[in-house]
């Protein structure tokens, strides 16, 4: 990066930090440092919501998912309307009027301590694990650009993350997300139309998406009823909708956000804005992705977009047999060049004989270029046995790099940052938030002052960056970071999101039912995923299916019990 750049990214980071330091000045209490004092007007709570979803791993993994698979992943968002819907008219009345600080207060007013306890570990294991790898993202973009290991600029930027979140507090997390928001959607714009004007001259939007769509990716729309297909019609619309209620409605790193809220109204507001904006946004950042396939249609890709690893290779006694693989890739992509422009041509005229042709030989080059990459990959496995093979998330970043001018760089860079900084900030703020309110304050120290709780929430802050820390250190392994959180999610929300429904709509059904039907939920969620019965998606509605069935059950078998005695 140049001095440009480097002067861009930390203004951008620092202009961010001093303003949620300015705006968090004078808390005094833990109803400050948790909930901002329940005065956030709604615009400020959509864009917190929003900045708490999309995380630094949406602006890395998803242009490099759409770049190898597709738009396909957007209908993963399908049932996120639905869901906003359906929080606004039940969940976000009920914990106004309760005035809780979390959502599991409310399970003890309605069941019994044990499944609140139950609810916030399930809770506070998954968002801990996910909170590792949100602060894992970023780091990517320092291990590539400074060649360091991963793990030196892991270590980098949680330790900024920690120390900005342990002083600020949930009102520092909603102002600075309100200006991260703002940042990045203007960057996000300025990217993609830089992604246009870099193709080639006469190659406009419409002629690289005709170029991406002939390749396979513009496939958005799936309406297969498939249990083993990731991304479809029906799991975004079914599975998709269980899980975005279960994580806006349940995970206190959202409830979080609009709990501060001035009002129902605001609170409502903020919700439906994000539902209305989240799939126009994601399926945005996925379209940067398909454009910048066809910007490597007409030049020459990274066949493998890993630096770090590229530079393993390059050091080692295999780097002849690197250099032989890289010579046919280049001439392959000089081939692709050709046919593009002559594919572009053909659509042009409307020449189906030639469109056809164009399209056969594209493809095939595209398989051929498939194959060299297996090649280096085994290469790579030779040279480093510990090597990772998906480099998902590190497509945009080189791309970015690479090609963007001097400073524009610097501020794409910085938006990842935001980005992370967001999710990051108000994941580990909900993380003590639960430990304080739900364990600490419920069992360790009931009587404690303002000032106590509020130094608690502090060191609990802290506590649970150090554990995300470490679990960040391990992310490397878990492939596109992306589906690596949704599919942890999937694992825990469908049952947490069980025990909700229950208590909301299920009012024969008691605590003792529902505790023992969560528990026998996760066992079953878990052993399903590890047999690989079914997308990852449909768990969401086992969880919860089975959390409302197997309560009704118990509950059912617990009176006949006391019936026959």
Known sequence: MSIIDWVVLFFTILLIIAFGLYKSKGIKNIDDYIVGNREMPWYNVGFSVMATQASAITFLSAPGLAYSSGLSFVQFYFGLPLAMIVLCITFVPIFHRLKVYTAYEFLEKRFDTNTRVLTAILF??????????????????????????????????????????????????????????????GALLIAGIMVIKLLPNQIGLNEALHIAGKSGKTNA???????????????????????????????????????????????????????????????????????????????TPPLFFNNVEIDKIENSIYKEEYSQIMVKHELISQQKAVLAQQLTNALKANNEKLIESSTIELQHKNKEDSHLRKELE??????????????????????????????????????????????????????????????????????????????????????????????????????????????????????????????FYFKSIGGKAAFWAAVISEIIVFSIWKADIMAYLWLNLLGCISVITIGFLLQLFSKSKISAV
């Open 221 to 299: 729309i799936d309406w297969s009823f498939d249990l083993n297909n990731q991304y479809t019609v029906w799991t975004g619309l079914i599975g998709g909708f269980f899980l975005q209620l279960s994580y806006f409605g349940t995970d206190q790193s959202q409830v979080g956000r609009y709990l501060t809220g001035s009002s129902i109204r605001d609170s409502r507001m903020g919700l439906l804005m994000n539902g209305l904006l989240k799939i126009p946004m994601q399926f945005s950042i996925l379209l940067i992705g398909i454009l910048v396939f066809a910007y490597y249609q007409f030049h």
């Open 124 to 185: 506070l294991i998954q968002r801990g694990v996910s909170t590792g790898i949100t602060i894992f993202a970023p780091s990517i973009i320092l291990s590539s650009i400074l060649h360091l290991d991963v793990t030196y600029t892991t270590l980098i930027i949680g330790s900024l993350v920690i120390l900005y979140t342990t002083w600020g507090g949930t009102k520092a997390v909603s102002y600075t997300q309100l200006l991260q928001m703002s940042i990045i959607i």
């Open 378 to 503: 085994l290469l790579l496995k030779k040279n480093n046995p510990n090597a990772e093979l998906n480099d998902n998330n590190y497509v945009f970043l080189s791309f970015v790099t690479s090609t963007f001018p001097k400073g524009l760089i610097g501020l794409l860079i910085a938006v990842i940052f935001l980005a992370s900084m967001g999710a990051t900030a108000s994941a580990i703020n909900s993380l003590s938030s639960t430990t304080v309110i739900d364990i600490y304050k419920r069992f360790v120290n009931k009587d404690g002052s303002d000032k106590g709780y509020l130094n608690a929430s502090r060191l609990f802050t802290f506590f649970w960056g150090i554990i995300s820390l470490l679990v960040a250190i391990y992310a490397s392994q878990l492939g596109n970071l992306l589906e690596a959180v949704n599919i942890l999610g999937s694992l825990f929300y469908g049952t947490i999101l069980g025990i909700f429904l229950v208590a």
